[in-house]
Each structure stands twice: as structure tokens, then as C-alpha cells.
């Protein structure tokens, strides 16, 4: 069943789950590390820069940068990720319980990162906005974001309208839908640890690259480079799984 009402703020719950982890991170883990040099070869960062992974979530990706050597801050709104990401924390990564709506430091990072379409989840343009000031604003001169989104023109041609799949005995119903501007997620969990079923609901905008370049430039952000996978082969709008951009602060 289609919810008729989705919270505003349906992430605070959700992202705050540990079911949310199990059903989409703790069996990436390799390709996840893979990606991230991929990209880090391709970026070529120097040696001890400042990084900036936004949205961290539980640190995944904020570990293997801070493995290669680099200064890393991860932040995410979950307070259970950050207190789960806490443990890893040495000299060179930090974690805190951090609004990308809200400032955070200023002209500090040589890079920000914002992986796994964590982005494209407010309820106003607005509040999208300030999510990439904070970006803007933490980047020293000339530094560079990356934002791995979704595809979706090439999401919305793929879509999975019902499907369901069983982890460590947890059964997910995942029942997917789009209107002109979003794609929705409901998420219905069957546990036997559970006296009832949990559900929730994911709300994700449909932005392309045409939308990014527009938000990206309002921020004095330039689009460098675009790729249409964690391959860094060439974007189309068709055919590639994501949507992955590079910018730069002017």
C-alpha cells in the first residue's frame, strides 16, 4: 500500500535505524573501498589534505580516505551513526553530529565528499541550497566537491515497482513509485525480534545534471568533470547507473 502521507523529515528516523544500514551498506564494504580510490587516483589529492565526507553515516567511506593518509572529518545528522562512527576515530579522522543544512567550518578542506545519493532529501529548494553552502563555504579556494547521486532518467527507466529480499533472516518489502519530481521508497520491515512490522518511507528529489549545474553555480561551485559510474567511465543520461560530479569552488 502507497502511504498517503510522508513525514518531511522522514530521514531522522530512518537513517537513525539499524535495519537502514543492513539493508543498503554492510555487504559493500570492498566495492565501496574500491571506489574510493578509484576516485582518489583520479583526483590525485596531496598528501595530508583536509577532507570533508558529508552525510558519513556510519564512516565507511570516511575511514578509507583517512587510511590513504589524509586528514579526515566526517559529519551525518544520525546520532546513533556518529556514536557507532566514534570508534574509529584517531589524529586523522573525527566524526560529529552535524546538519549539512548548517554551517560547519569555514575555508578549511582541500575536498568534500557526498556519497551514496545522501543529498536530494528536503523538502525545499531552499534547504537543498543550504546544504551546498555548507559545502561551499568549508571549501578552501579552489578546492573540490564530489557528489555521487543517483541516475534519474536511467532510475526511472529501471524500476523495481515490488521486490523483497531477506538479510540475516530481516524480509525488506520494498515497494517503489515516482511522480514528476521525486522518487518514493516504502519500506516494510518483518523481523522476528519485532511485535510489528516497522515501515518507512524514502522521498528522494529527481535532480539531473542540469539541476546540479544550476545549484552548484549559485554557490560559486564549476562543474569539472561528470561520470556515469563508480568506474569513472563517461556520463550519459541514459544509460549510466549514476550520476557522479566533480566541482570545483571558483
Known amino acids: 500500500m502507497i502511504p498517503t502521507h510522508i513525514s518531511p523529515e522522514w530521514y531522522r528516523e530512518w537513517f537513525d535505524s539499524a535495519y537502514y544500514h543492513k539493508l543498503y551498506f554492510e555487504r559493500n564494504e570492498e566495492e565501496a573501498a574500491a571506489f574510493i580510490r578509484r576516485l582518489l587516483s583520479f583526483l590525485h589529492p596531496p598528501a595530508g589534505a583536509r577532507m570533508l565526507d558529508l552525510a558519513c553515516g556510519r564512516g565507511r567511506h570516511a575511514r578509507v580516505l583517512a587510511s590513504e593518509g589524509f586528514d579526515v572529518t566526517g559529519i551525518d545528522l544520525s546520532e546513533n551513526s556518529i556514536n557507532y562512527a566514534l570508534q574509529y576515530e584517531n589524529d586523522h579522522l573525527?566524526?560529529?553530529i552535524h546538519d549539512m543544512r548548517e554551517i560547519f567550518y569555514t575555508n578549511y578542506f582541500h575536498y568534500v565528499f557526498n556519497f551514496f545519493t545522501s543529498?536530494?532529501?528536503?523538502?525545499?529548494?531552499?534547504?537543498h541550497a543550504c546544504a551546498l553552502r555548507t559545502v561551499s563555504t568549508s571549501l578552501k579556494e579552489k578546492g573540490f566537491f564530489t557528489i555521487d547521486y543517483l541516475n534519474?532518467?536511467?532510475a526511472e527507466d529501471r524500476l523495481e515497482r515490488e521486490s523483497q529480499k531477506e538479510i540475516d533472516g530481516t524480509i525488506y518489502h520494498l515497494t517503489k513509485w515516482t511522480d514528476q519530481t521525486h522518487f518514493y521508497k516504502h519500506i516494510r520491515i518483518e523481523d522476528s525480534e519485532l511485535t510489528t512490522p516497522l515501515e518507512y518511507t524514502e522521498k528522494v528529489a529527481k535532480f539531473s545534471l542540469d539541476d546540479f549545474t544550476r545549484m552548484l553555480t549559485a554557490q560559486d561551485m564549476q562543474i569539472q568533470h561528470v561520470f556515469g559510474n563508480y568506474e569513472l567511465q563517461p556520463y550519459d543520461s541514459k544509460d549510466s547507473?549514476?550520476?557522479l560530479i566533480i566541482a570545483q569552488k571558483k
Do not use: K
Request: proline fraction near 0%; avoid cysteine; hydrophobic fraction near 30%.
Open 94 to 96: 573525527h566524526f560529529y
Open 119 to 127: 543529498f536530494g532529501y528536503f523538502r525545499t529548494e531552499r534547504e
Open 152 to 154: 534519474a532518467q536511467y
Open 241 to 243: 547507473s549514476r550520476l
